[in-house]
């Protein structure tokens, strides 16, 4: 086969997005591993009373460890974003030099941890590229405090790369406080009007402003009223999140990544002009 020839007939902007489509992929193996967790009942939740106040507590009783290969996969949906990025940055270098400048080794799609790091290193990286090519590069502001979403896919993937695998751990999502109120309005009025016990309540998930990750046994999730009685039918529902220190802590793990393929798709594609 013509390598070369084969190239040169696929659109520039969907050799880039390749590696998009298989983040995407990757994404949906890792939507399926971390359903398949959240179905094995990793988490157990128990009720006790608080002695000086008589309040019912749910509370985590026990949580299983994240299996490592969500931290896998969640690795290889980064890897292949930040890929994505760096072959858009060489096909606008091939463009910018109508692929007669060599190898373009130093060619990649500039982030940084800073501003100031971005203004003293970035030229070198996208030299080569159409001026206007690189004008949209700057106007991005691919750098902590710039853009945080294209920091993190970067940081996140270096971490992944060259130390360990990405660390994820469970949080706390949401309560269903639909079953909670339901159970107080039918314990109020079944003694009065007995019908009222055949009416089904319907859940009401409220996300909690507390993720208390990483999530570990004896976190209270509920506080009930006084001498209120176990309600079998509160449902809890809890979530894998980043835990990153410094770089994305406490975040959902699969909304999060779902909004960076949509950065870089939507990053990739502002970029087709420069590339036909």
């Known amino acids: 086969m013509d390598f ?17 489509v298989r983040a995407t992929d990757h994404q949906r193996a890792l939507e399926e591993e971390v359903r398949a967790f959240l179905d094995s009942s990793p988490y157990r939740v128990a009720t006790k009373n608080d002695p000086a106040s008589r309040r019912l507590i749910y509370y985590v009783e026990s949580v299983q460890d994240t299996p490592v290969r969500i931290s896998s996969i969640a690795g290889d949906v980064l890897q292949n974003l930040r890929s994505s990025l760096d072959h858009l940055a060489f096909e606008l270098f091939i463009v910018g030099t109508h692929g007669k400048a060599g190898a373009g080794k130093h060619v990649s799609f500039p982030i940084f941890d800073d501003a100031n790091g971005y203004n003293k290193y970035a030229a070198d990286k996208v030299k080569g590229m159409p001026g206007k090519a690189v004008s949209a590069i700057n106007s991005i502001r691919p750098y902590r405090g710039g853009n945080d979403v294209l920091w993190q896919i970067h940081r996140l993937n270096n971490i992944d790369k060259h130390r360990f695998l990405i660390t994820v751990g469970s949080a706390f999502r949401s309560l269903d406080l639909g079953a909670h109120a339901g159970a107080h309005m039918l314990q109020m009025m079944s003694e009065h009007c007995p019908e009222v016990a055949k009416i089904k309540f319907p859940s009401v998930f409220f996300k909690s402003t507390d993720k208390m990750f990483p999530l570990k046994p004896g976190d209270e999730l509920f506080l009930d009223a006084p001498d209120a009685k176990p309600n079998p039918k509160m449902q ?15 975040a959902p793990l699969l909304d999060t990544l779902q909004t960076m393929i949509r950065t870089v798709d939507s990053l990739v594609a502002s970029f087709a002009t420069f590339l036909e």
């Open 4 to 20: 070369q020839g084969d190239c040169r007939a696929v659109k520039r902007i969907d050799r880039v997005r390749v590696k998009i």
């Open 236 to 250: 809890f529902r809890f979530e894998i999140a980043f835990g990153e220190n410094g770089v994305i802590e406490g």
